[in-house]
């Protein structure tokens, strides 16, 4: 049995956040593990938590979310990001920063599918960048 899911929530709209945490706990492979209704010590609770992937909305202009993808990126817990944007120029903007991207009126199927789709591209990029050389001839 394969372990679960850990999924971080950062929502800047509680309503939002508290039902799309209530619809993904109702998936047994996914474990929401952290939630943020504000940008405030974002960072450290993603750390705390050590989730697999963080879904981040993105209610802001590019310039202000761009260093705080790349932040979260880099940080100890190095999740998979999986943004929620209002608009496809946002998300296209950055989607070579993200692992993905849905939009604001996205099912939650397809949202769990985007969370399966998104954490194993960063699996299988960590897992290649963690592989040994294997010996020539």
């Known amino acids: 049995m394969n372990a679960r899911t850990k999924i971080f929530i950062a929502d800047y709209d509680c309503a939002s956040l508290v039902s799309l945490m209530l619809w993904i706990e109702q998936f047994p492979e996914f474990e929401v593990t952290g939630t ?22 993105i209610n802001k202009g590019v310039a202000e ?12 817990a190095s999740p998979a990001i999986l943004l929620k944007a209002q608009t496809e120029q946002s998300a296209d903007a ?19 599918d985007a969370i399966r789709k998104a954490t194993n591209k960063r699996r299988m990029a960590l897992s290649a960048a963690n592989m040994p050389m294997t010996k020539a001839g």
């Open 36 to 57: 943020s209704s504000n940008s405030a010590q974002l960072l450290d609770r993603i750390n705390k938590a050590n989730p697999d992937i963080v879904l981040l909305d």
């Open 94 to 112: 950055l989607a070579n920063e993200s692992d993905g991207s849905i939009g604001p009126s996205t099912a939650v199927k397809e949202i769990c």
């Open 65 to 76: 979310n761009l260093p705080l993808v790349r932040a979260i990126r880099g940080s100890l």
